[in-house]
DNA sequence: GACCAATTTGGAACCGGTTCATTGACCAAT
DNA sequence: ATTGGTCAATGAACCGGTTCCAAATTGGTC
């Protein structure tokens, strides 16, 4: 790490080496045409000898665009779940944008501060999840940010693009497959109601029992946090009960780990002594033995779907009215679910 | 997403409209003690009735600090690896740094690529890891970047600090608990020997061999790409030799997945007909059953390391040589691994 | 009331690009 | 020889903050 001495060298640095005006080094940083090919060499020449690197931030304070895109997520370490980001990445590359990802630990107020850090860079567009799509302030800011905003899997604020995989119709699959194997007690984890996914995933566990002509034990809904913590203390307390439920429907995408580990200390046997769905797929539920049935629907195609929209009304090709994008989800069966003993 | 129709407002039209000079308007932003508080009260009040953001941008410009850390890691969804980011986030948004992450995917290109674009964008600080720490052009680039720049799991570079665990003993003690339980045909699987994490283990897994008074059959030290498709590959192929390894040690912080899959194909149960050491500990090496023996190191120091590092070389506080920071790395043994038959 | 020092405020220059009106050079047509 | 048109290149203004010197104001002292 070479710490530098003298200032930086500047386009007009460059000018002056090559003999001619600044006004042409920017044409020929921006391959504008009409410059000689000459003049073009002698100018690139002196922008290797001098090592000259072009400043973004100066360009962006002249064309009042920064080509960033701000990404806030909920979490980093979710196995799987970033293969989204991953893909929106890799296609803002492409269009020369530079990405910029934060995390947001579902937290309103590093919502908040983070949507406004973003407007401050002036930020070319921005993608995101939110805590709570009925929080007021949360919904004026996304309403009022003055980029281009898609929400990822949240679906409410009408205002603006969403990409949100079908939660519903998951969470219907997974508890028809549950209730249609014999199970009455199933016990439903989700986060936070007042977003989406969790509110979605609710609705359809609904509407499994609804078509069935049961009604579920309201108690066995367990809405409150998406944290393994959670997850594992709400686990082990359940099947301590005198009546526990013969199945688990652990809706959040990352709420796997912290139900297994509360069986596992338990003692009790997936599939044999209690059947478990889990919400997400991931490496996890693949691998274990036995082997997870979970939920699962193509996370790249998310990516690429908000990034594709977003890159839409940054560059202005779409003017039309905000939509909502829902990927389809569907429940890959595997050797975690048995009749209830 | 309201989509913006005239310009945005500026310290001018806050100036205007407070009935002061743009320079008050700066001071009372910077909180600028020199400002009476009527003055301040009135440009504040000001700002809220204009919605004035201030652009960090012309900030940038003028300051020439963009209060930006970059950091380039090698893939996003590596379960479990990404918490040394999550905490250097944490530490960068403390100290008011916007944190700028990208994933490189292991390409020198990209790496090269990104570093480029992280100068034109006058990051105050650079994160990262490198594909390989002997290509002439990667360290050139890495030794002449104007920017403090931290490598992480890197260490051949010594003009510039890292951080990095300490995969040497941990990979010695894995293979001296292989070889203890009397494991002598032990494969193992690694990246790209020409970055510190691969040659590290391959340097502690012949360590333990030399120390034993053995000599490791050296076809079965699988050294070439981290994917899992590389590992689930070579585990199949492996297996199916007349004379196949009684242990596998995946080395690479996110191998287990393919080898455990290659296993499962091949009728293979970890634990009885072969034992597994994964480089690496996440929930599936956790919850598998049997649990996987891994190895461990604290992520979060880790990433509060290479945070504090690059802090204190942004700021100056630090002027002192670069250093490397080394992370013990620590075995879990749990349930892979038995005797050979 | 005069004077001086300290504090507050004003405003121009500056950061490093982009853009555009203007100039200059060259060629073809009249 | 003059005019018109095209194409290259020039250089000043501009973007929106920060900074710093100068000017204005305040307060205290004699």
Chains 1, 2 share one sequence.
């Not at 060298?9 to 006004?23: L, P």
């Amino acid at each position: 790490m070479v710490k530098k001495a003298g200032r930086e060298f500047t386009i007009r640095d460059v000018a002056r080496s090559a003999e001619v005006a600044v006004g042409t080094v920017s044409r020929v940083l921006n391959d504008h045409p009409s410059v000689t090919r000459d003049v073009r060499e002698r100018v690139q020449r002196a922008i290797a000898s001098l090592g000259y690197e072009r400043n973004a931030v100066a360009q962006s304070m002249r064309s009042a665009r920064t080509h960033m895109i701000a990404c806030a997520i909920r979490d980093f370490d979710i196995p799987g779940y970033v293969s989204y980001v991953k893909e929106a990445e890799r296609i803002f590359r492409a269009a020369d944008y530079t990405f910029l990802l934060a995390s947001t630990a579902n937290d309103k107020a590093v919502e908040l501060s983070l949507l406004r850090k973003f407007a401050q860079r002036r930020v070319d567009g921005v993608m995101m999840t939110i805590s709570d799509e009925n929080d007021p302030e949360l919904i004026a800011a996304v309403e009022q940010a003055k980029m281009p905003l898609v929400l990822i899997d949240r679906e409410m604020i009408q205002s603006v693009d969403r990409v949100a995989a079908d939660h519903r119709s998951g969470a219907r699959q997974a508890t028809d497959y549950l209730l249609s194997l014999g199970h009455r007690r199933i016990a439903l984890f989700v986060g936070d109601p007042h977003a989406h996914p969790s509110r979605s995933r609710i609705a359809g566990y609904r509407d499994a029992f609804r078509a069935a002509g049961l009604e579920p034990d309201p108690s066995l809904i367990r809405d409150h946090s998406l944290s393994n913590e959670f997850t594992f203390r709400e686990t082990a307390a359940l099947m301590q009960r005198p009546e526990p439920p013969t199945a688990v429907f652990v809706a959040g995408i990352d709420m796997l780990a912290g139900a297994m580990r509360a069986l596992k200390a338990a003692g009790l046997a997936i599939g044999r002594d209690v059947s478990v769905v889990s919400g997400g797929d991931s490496d996890l539920a693949e691998l274990s033995t036995p082997a997870i049935t979970a939920l699962q629907w193509d996370r790249a195609e998310m990516g690429r779907h908000a990034a594709q929209m977003l890159l839409d009304r940054v560059t202005g090709r779409t003017t039309e009215p905000p939509r909502c994008v829902r990927v389809p989800v569907s429940l890959v069966v595997r050797e975690s679910c048995r009749p209830p003993r």
